[in-house]
């Protein structure tokens, strides 16, 4: 067994065909007379226009189905195909340093790629690849006989290569390759992002284990976990044959609900948004259907690292989710650390109970300078997209006003800087303190909007530890004491016209999405991967029901009954 990255989650079971890279070679021939130089600049010409010609015909040949990633991907070649600065350089070597133009443009080509690798941002790296396709594609224009043989493959064809370029993946043939694993790239390599869109069962990055796989291997290759099998046992097949049913059958039902409202068959349109920690995780939302985000834990950015972020990287970091959310909504919630998120630099002394300390909004109204560094830099990011602030762990009214007092400093300082922020940017406070969600009438009306965070609920209401594994079975969401404060604040939200959505993991819980519905809630925040599976509840079942059922359960008394109810009402 190989293990490498799965970008494209499936199954595919075929055989290997090694694809060999094109060699490219330097001539070391020099060009001396002048004539011989106007003709090696001509050359270029030629092969770029005609590598334009093929790029547009795939272009044009493009199916929509494949998503936009593959289409973007070739507008960028058709970009760095017109890019005058590749022109001038290649030039440069043919005047300057009397170089044939194939080696003229394989210097070029090498160096913008060197350029690009050496980069700091994932993303920008792997764009070397784009840079180095579009090279090729020269050099194969350059060369007399022109065009590469075309490939014809068997059925069922698993790719194995050193590394796929943007068109090799955009122009593979999915009647006959199911799959493909390459030695190098990463989950941000066009490769990875092409196959995941067009549905190419992918595994990148394998490492040199993979030169060890030889044509016509038997294959198992799980886009999912990155596990290639190479000639494996009959049972090993027969598992693997009923995983793929199982993901196609999956795969088919997130297709089919990705691009559909959630709504209930008599109308009720529903929000689902994602729970996300940072750019990446937004753009993942978007393939699950997320309508924005719920929730960002920017303190995942605070972890991991042995200082604070400064307002610029913090700025950045918004800015990234901004621009990745595509104008659709993100909370993004501010610094929440203390109790089980320690900072290692920041030196919080051992607390008796750390979830009842000095944590979270604590932390930020006594270091008021951590916490306007971040509302700057959230700010700074708001004119980049639709951002809305929200402070974690209230639990009364002063605090709010607090906070507002340092969001208002952060606002003053930015407008005397001249610096732009969305001037409209909501305000809100996660709901999940049960002082906060009994005078939730009284927050209300100092704030655009409510999240409530049954995490912290349910452990606070019930006084049992979340962490503790011991109590696992005492946290308990649908205890009615947790569920009427939940109702609580979804009334008094309604009440005060303000917006209130859920972004705990009850919001997850497909066998209390009808409950929740039933209480009034409409905005639901989770985990990306639990959208299609709440969306597919939502969308077949009406408000009739969810209120019947809301009416039932309040009615109960403890959580056993609520609970099996639920499982057979969802059943
Ligand atoms: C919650 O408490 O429900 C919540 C969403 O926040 P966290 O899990 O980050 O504490
Ligand atoms: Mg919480």
Do not use: W
Not at 213 to 240: C, F, H, R
């Amino acid at each position: 067994m190989i293990t490498g990255i799965g970008v494209s989650a499936g199954i595919a079971i075929g055989r290997a065909y090694l694809l060999k890279k094109q060699e490219t070679a330097l001539t070391g021939l020099t060009i001396t007379d002048e004539a011989a130089i106007a003709t090696e600049i001509e050359k270029f010409d030629k092969a770029v226009e005609l590598s334009l010609i093929e790029v547009n015909i795939l272009i044009d040949s493009y199916h929509e189905a494949n998503g936009s990633e593959g289409l973007e991907i070739l507008e960028a070649h058709i970009e760095l195909l017109s890019d005058p600065q590749i022109k001038e350089d290649v030039a440069e070597k043919i005047f300057a340093e009397k170089k044939n133009v194939n080696d003229a443009v394989i210097e070029v080509i090498a160096d913008a790629v060197t350029m690009f690798k050496n980069m700091e941002d994932e993303y920008m790296r792997a764009r070397a690849a784009d840079v180095e396709d579009i090279g090729n594609r020269i050099l194969k224009n350059l060369s007399p006989t022109g065009k590469a043989p075309a490939h014809t493959y068997p059925p069922d064809t698993i790719i194995i290569a050193d590394d796929l370029s943007p068109s090799d993946t955009i122009s593979m043939d999915t009647t006959c390759i199911i799959g493909f694993a390459t030695r190098a790239g990463g989950k941000t390599s066009h490769a990875a992002i092409i196959a995941k869109s067009r549905g190419i069962t992918a595994v990148v990055g394998c490492g040199n284990l993979l030169t060890e796989v030889k044509n016509n291997d038997l294959l198992i290759l799980d886009g999912q976990s990155g596990a290639i099998m190479v000639n494996p046992d009959e049972q090993t097949i027969i598992t693997y044959q009923a995983k793929r049913e199982e993901c196609q059958a999956h795969n088919l039902l997130l297709k089919s609900l990705k691009d559909k409202p959630a709504i209930t068959t008599d109308g009720i349109a529903v929000k689902l948004l994602a729970n996300i920690a940072n750019a990446d995780d937004m753009e993942q939302a978007h393939d699950l259907g997320a309508e924005g985000s719920g929730l960002l834990r920017t303190e995942l950015l605070f972890m991991g690292r042995d200082a604070f972020p400064s307002e610029d990287e913090q700025f950045e970091f918004y800015k990234a989710v901004a621009l990745k959310a595509k104008g659709k909504p993100v909370i993004v919630r501010t610094l929440d650390i203390g109790g089980d998120k320690p900072l290692p630099y920041f030196n919080l002394p051992a607390e008796q109970n750390p979830f009842l300390g000095y944590r979270a909004i604590r932390i930020c109204l006594d270091r008021t300078d951590i916490f306007i560094t971040q509302l700057k830099a959230i700010l700074r990011a708001s004119a980049f997209g639709k951002l809305k602030i929200m402070f974690p762990m209230i639990a009364n009214v002063q605090e709010i006003r607090a906070a507002k007092i340092v969001l208002n400093e952060a606002i003053e300082d930015l407008h005397k800087a001249g610096i732009s922020f969305d001037k409209t940017i909501e305000i809100g406070i996660m709901i999940e303190i049960p002082s906060a969600a009994i005078t939730a009438d009284l927050l209300a009306k100092e704030v655009d909007f409510f999240s409530i965070g049954t995490n912290d609920l349910c452990q606070y209401t019930l006084a049992v530890d979340r962490m503790n594994e011991k109590i696992k079975d005492l946290y308990d969401p649908y205890n009615p004491g947790v569920l009427r404060l939940i109702s609580y604040v979804i009334d008094q939200a309604h009440k005060n016209n303000i917006e209130v959505g859920m972004c705990g993991e009850l919001a997850s819980d497909a066998n209390a999405t009808l409950l929740l519905l039933g209480m009034g809630l409409r905005e639901f925040s989770m985990s990306a991967t639990s959208i299609p599976t709440i969306k597919n509840t939502i969308n077949n079942n009406a408000m009739g029901f969810a209120n019947q059922i809301y009416e039932r359960v309040m009615a109960m008394d403890n959580s056993t009954t609520i609970s099996a109810y639920l499982k057979e009402v969802n059943k």
